[in-house]
C-alpha cells in the first residue's frame, strides 16, 4: 500500500497518468525488459531464484505470519476460492505455533517446545 501512493506521488510529480503497477523514475511505465532486469537484481541480491510468481507466496506467508486470517487475504488478493490462501502459505508449521505462544513467555516458549522436542 506504501507503494502505492509514493508510485502515485512520482506520477503526479512526472505528469503521468496510467495504470500500470510498475514504473520507472520518470513515472513512464515499466517495459518487461525493465522488470526482467528488476528480478535478475533481486535474484542476486537475495540469493535465491526470483520471478514474479514467487511474489504470491511471500505475500500470503507475510500476511499469514501478521496474523491475518486466509479470509481476508482471500479478498485482498482477490482469490474466489479460500483454499488457494494454503497453497500460497509457505509458513512452516512451527511458526504457526510460536505465533500461537505469542502470549506467554520466552521461558514458557522454551518448556513448550523441549517437551515437544522430547515427545517427537
Keep these: 500500500i506504501a507503494w502505492l501512493a509514493e508510485r502515485e506521488k512520482i506520477m503526479a510529480e512526472?505528469?503521468?497518468?496510467h495504470n500500470s503497477l510498475f514504473i520507472l523514475q520518470n513515472g513512464m511505465p515499466a517495459t518487461e525488459g525493465a522488470v526482467r532486469c528488476w528480478f535478475e537484481d533481486f535474484e542476486k541480491i537475495l540469493?535465491?531464484?526470483f520471478y514474479p510468481h514467487s511474489l504470491r507466496h511471500y505475500v500470503v506467508t507475510l500476511f499469514s505470519k501478521k496474523g491475518i486470517p486466509?479470509?481476508?487475504?482471500?479478498?485482498?488478493?482477490?482469490?474466489?476460492?479460500?483454499?488457494?490462501?494454503?497453497?500460497?502459505?509457505?509458513?512452516?508449521?512451527r511458526d504457526k505455533h510460536w505465533r500461537e505462544l505469542e502470549g506467554i513467555s520466552l521461558?514458557?516458549?522454551r518448556a513448550v517446545y523441549q517437551v515437544g522436542a522430547r515427545a517427537g
Design 107 to 109: 521461558r514458557e516458549r
Design 47 to 49: 540469493g535465491v531464484p
Design 14 to 17: 512526472r505528469g503521468q497518468v
Design 70 to 93: 486466509y479470509a481476508l487475504i482471500k479478498e485482498l488478493i482477490g482469490w474466489s476460492n479460500l483454499e488457494m490462501c494454503a497453497v500460497y502459505d509457505d509458513t512452516s508449521a
